[in-house]
Nanobody, 124 residues
Framework: QVQLVESGGGLVQAGGSLRLSCVAS????????MGWFRQAPGKVREFVAR????????YYADSVKGRFAISRDNAKNTVYLRMDNLKPEDTAVYYC?????????????????WGQGTQVTVSS
């Protein structure tokens, strides 16, 4: 079992930045690939970014590529999502998730464990 707790969300103006954090507890964090997803009101949960357990590979949704950066610190059991040049369409609840399997996996069903989410609101 893995428990995930996100933090760092908030209200920011368009063009601003935020850094989300997700702290994991439970089983060996370093063995999990980690992902960030988001869900806006009335929309399905969508993939944002993924980082493999070894930090070798990162993947991004086209909508955030070049603006967001995912990273992890296995010593701190923490994964981060740095978000720059935020846009109003980035407004959503952001979730981190853990996946014990390798490969290119972008669907919510691919992840076994989820945090409770943190709200990000970008004003125009």
């Amino acid at each position: 079992q893995v428990q995930l707790v996100e933090s760092g969300g908030g209200l920011v103006q368009a063009g601003g930045s935020l850094r989300l954090s997700c702290v994991a507890s439970g089983r060996t964090f370093s063995r999990y690939s980690m992902g960030w997803f988001r869900q806006a009101p009335g929309k399905v949960r969508e993939f944002v970014a993924r980082i493999t357990w070894s930090e070798v590979r990162t993947y991004y949704a086209d909508s955030v590529k070049g603006r967001f950066a995912i990273s992890r610190d296995n010593a701190k059991n923490t994964v981060y999502l740095r978000m720059d040049n935020l846009k109003p369409e980035d407004t959503a609840v952001y979730y981190c998730a853990a996946d014990p399997r390798v490969g290119i996996r972008f669907g919510p069903a691919d992840y076994d464990y989820w945090g409770q989410g943190t709200q990000v609101t970008v004003s125009s």
